[in-house]
């Protein structure tokens, strides 16, 4: 079993930005309540208000990969859809 650490960044088109900040504190707290998720920490820049720094960590693989498939079909995963991600995924072993 292996913990997986997802940390980067997003940007938001400027034409949904509103929309998704709106939706932010929703979309955290959704995540948080699932079960294997760690830590999640998604903040808006303080230099670029389109930019969104992204920390996530869940206990295993098959919680990553649950949040991923919840996401795509919330609200949130609705409003982000063209944000461009930039991330990197980190399999650690336990």
Known sequence: ???????????????????????????????LQEPGCLVFDVKQDK??????????????????EAHQIRVRKSLWGILSAKAERHYQVIREAL
Do not use: C, W
């Open 47 to 64: 230099y670029q208000s389109n930019r969104f720094n992204v920390y996530e960590e869940f206990v295993d693989n098959d919680a990553f």
């Open 1 to 31: 079993m292996s913990k997986v650490v997802l940390m980067g960044h997003i940007i938001v088109p400027r034409s949904s930005l509103a929309a998704v900040i709106a939706e932010l504190d929703n979309h955290i707290a959704q995540t």
